[in-house]
């Protein structure tokens, strides 16, 4: 997939395909998403979904966060450390892109070519953070 593909993602349809494809869905011998609970959208709860991502996938250096509009608005806990996006992909070590269409519970994390549209090309290599579930 190339950047402008991942451009023309509808992530709304993406998330809700990257969340029913758990990683622990019981009886599943296929490829699955990892999708890890949050406590909140903020920058340590992205430093610690980055740090087991990076030990789970082959390619840690391509890992790209997908944030909600909401995480980076001024009353996202984000946004209440002072940290534009900017500043953020440099705490990360990795490059963040904010969609208007993601959930404002999801924070994605993953390779530019794990998806192909909304399809899951690579589940393996998908990290699905949900805030505020188990």
Request: with cysteine; hydrophobic share 40%.
């Amino acid at each position: 997939m190339t950047d402008s593909d991942f451009d023309d993602t509808d992530f709304a349809e993406l998330a809700d395909r990257v969340r029913t494809q758990s990683a622990d869905a019981p009886g599943s011998d296929t490829e699955r998403v990892t999708i890890r609970s949050l406590e909140s959208l903020d920058a340590d709860a992205l430093s610690a979904l980055l740090e087991m991502a990076e030990t789970d996938h082959d390619r840690p250096a391509e890992l790209v966060f997908v944030l909600p509009t909401d995480a980076t608005e001024a009353d996202s806990s984000v946004a209440e450390a002072d940290l534009s996006v900017a500043e953020l992909e440099d705490a990360l070590g990795h490059p963040v892109r904010v969609e208007e269409s993601l959930p404002e519970d999801t924070v994605l994390l993953l390779p530019t070519d794990a998806v192909d549209g909304v399809e899951l090309v690579d589940p393996s290599s998908i990290t699905c953070g949900v805030v505020g579930t188990a």
